[in-house]
């Protein structure tokens, strides 16, 4: 079994920048990917960035060249650096462990991310 923790969320301004981090627990794995996921209200959950064991990493259009996605494997967790924010980007940010082989996904409980002036 995992659990995820996430913590960093918050309001930010428009232009400003925000740090997610993730503390994964359990039976975890260097080679599971691990990522990060958003629903807005009204909408669909949808990708963010993910990173794979062996730090490949994959960011949705929408975050490309303002999000960085970086994890330590020794301490099983991932961080989400979030810059130039819009207020698009408000949203409920959730931490996900994906199992490669297995489709086998673990989510966080999520943390509340605003961007409003």
């Known amino acids: 079994q995992v659990q995820l923790v996430e913590s960093g969320g918050g309001l930010a301004q428009p232009g400003g920048s925000l740090r997610l981090s993730c503390a994964a627990s359990g039976s975890i794995f260097s080679w599971y990917d691990m990522g990060w996921y958003r629903q807005a209200p009204g909408k669909q959950r949808e990708l963010v960035a993910t990173v794979t064991g062996t730090g490949t990493t994959t960011y949705g259009d929408s975050v490309k060249g303002r999000f960085t996605i970086s994890r330590d494997n020794a301490k099983n967790t991932v961080s989400l650096q979030m810059n130039s924010l819009k207020p698009e980007d408000t949203a409920v940010y959730y931490c996900?462990?994906?199992?490669?082989?297995?489709?086998?996904?673990?989510w966080g409980q999520g943390t509340q991310v605003t961007v409003s002036p």
């Open positions: 996900n462990v994906h199992v490669p082989g297995l489709s086998r996904n673990y």
